[in-house]
C-alpha cells in the first residue's frame, strides 16, 4: 500500500474531507486543505454552472497565498466530486471546467465512467470511487478509477450496509492501490483505526458538516452536536439510494422516522431531491453514525486539530499496548 505522488508530504494526518452537498464550499474547502488535509466539494454545489470555475480558481488562489505565507506548512490538494449517473445533465460542462483547472482529485460516485477517468488522467489527475461493495469496487478499478473509497456501514449521506472491516478485507485480498474508508470516522481514534483495517486514508464528512465554515444552517450544525448514533435513520426515500439522515430533520418535516415508505429504487433524481417533497439535502440533513463524537462547533483547523491529537495520543497508546506481547503473540 502505497500513497498516490499527488499526496506524499502534503498532509499532516491521513484524511480527506467528504465532498458534502450543498455544505462544502470554497471557505470550508480551503480550511480543510490549509489544515493539512485533503478538502473536496460536489460540483453540482456550485450552481449556475459558470460559478464553477469562479470557485476552483478561489480555492487555487488561497491555497498557494497560504502556502507563500506558510512555507514550512503542508497545503493538501482539493478535489472535486462528480455525480456520473445519468441524471447529472450537467457532467460534461464540469469536466470541462475540471481539466481547464488540472484537479488534482475528482470523486466519482453513482457509476463508473472511462470517459471522465480518460479525462483526468490526461493532465495528470487520480480518480477515486466511491463503492459501497466489493462488486463496485471491481466495476471501478477495471473502468480505469485510481482508487476507492469504501463507503461502510453509518457513513453519512449515500451508504452501505456492510461492515468496514469486511468491505475493506475483501477490496485489499485483489487491489493494493489507493483505498479510502468512510463510515463513523469523527475521531482521531477512528483514523487510526481505518489504516490499521488496512486503508490508506479515512474519509470523513459528518464531523465537517458543524464546522464554521460549513455553508449550512446553524440549526443542522447543532443537531450534529446534540445527536449520536442512536438519532441517525437510513432509508432510500429521499433520493432513491439509501442513505444516513438525521432523525430530528425527518421529524421536522412532517415525517414518521419509524415509519417512512421504501422508494422506487428506479426512479433516482438528483436535481429534484428525490421520492419526497421533503429534499434531501435541504431539508433532510444527512449526516453519519459518527456524530456521537461531535460536541461543539468549531472552525475546521480547530477541528482538524482535534482529530491530530486524538490521532496521535491512540497511536502512542497503541504502541504502548503493543510492547506487552512478545513477537508469537504471547503477553510477557
Known amino acids: 500500500m502505497a500513497l498516490p505522488e499527488i499526496l506524499r508530504g502534503r498532509l499532516s494526518l491521513p484524511v480527506v474531507g ?17 489544515a493539512g488535509v485533503v478538502g473536496s466539494f460536489p460540483a453540482l454545489n456550485a450552481r449556475p454552472q459558470s460559478l464553477l470555475g469562479d ?11 497560504f502556502a507563500a505565507a506558510n512555507p514550512g506548512l503542508p497545503v493538501a490538494p482539493f478535489a472535486v466530486n462528480q455525480i456520473v449517473h445519468r441524471s447529472n445533465d450537467r457532467l460534461d460542462q464540469d469536466m470541462a471546467t475540471v481539466v481547464e483547472h488540472k484537479v488534482p482529485i475528482v470523486i466519482t460516485s453513482l457509476g463508473a465512467r472511462p470517459e471522465v477517468n480518460e479525462a483526468v488522467h490526461s493532465y495528470g489527475g487520480i480518480v477515486l470511487h466511491d463503492v459501497i461493495n466489493d462488486r463496485f469496487a471491481r466495476k471501478a478499478i477495471e473502468k480505469g478509477a485510481d482508487g476507492v473509497i469504501a463507503v461502510a456501514a453509518g457513513a453519512g449521506g449515500h451508504a452501505g450496509m456492510q461492515s468496514p472491516f469486511a468491505l475493506i478485507r475483501e477490496i485489499r485480498e485483489w487491489f493494493d492501490g489507493p483505498l479510502l474508508l468512510s463510515g463513523a470516522i469523527a475521531h482521531g481514534r477512528s483514523v487510526l483505526a481505518a489504516l490499521a483495517a488496512g486503508a490508506d486514508l479515512a474519509y470523513i464528512g459528518s464531523a465537517f458538516l458543524s464546522t464554521e465554515e460549513a455553508n449550512n444552517p446553524a440549526e443542522y450544525k447543532q443537531m450534529i452536536v446534540d445527536s449520536a448514533a442512536g438519532d441517525i435513520v437510513y432509508s432510500n426515500l429521499f433520493t432513491g439510494v439509501h442513505g444516513n439522515y438525521l432523525r430530528g430533520s425527518i421529524t421536522a418535516a412532517g415525517l414518521d422516522p419509524d415509519d417512512l415508505p421504501v422508494a422506487d429504487p428506479s426512479v433516482i433524481d438528483f436535481g429534484s431531491g428525490g421520492n419526497s417533497s421533503a429534499k434531501a439535502w435541504k431539508d433532510i440533513w444527512g449526516s453519519g453514525q459518527g456524530v456521537g463524537a461531535i460536541s461543539q462547533v468549531l472552525p475546521a483547523a480547530a477541528l482538524i486539530e482535534r482529530l491530530h491529537r486524538e490521532f496521535d495520543q491512540a497511536r502512542a497508546e497503541l504502541q504502548e499496548s503493543l510492547a506487552q506481547f512478545d513477537s508469537a503473540g504471547v503477553s510477557a
Do not use: G, K, M, R
Open 18 to 34: 467528504a465532498p458534502l452537498f450543498i455544505v462544502s464550499q470554497p471557505a470550508l474547502v480551503a480550511a480543510q486543505c490549509q
Open 55 to 65: 470557485w476552483l480558481s478561489e480555492i487555487e488562489e488561497s491555497n498557494a497565498n
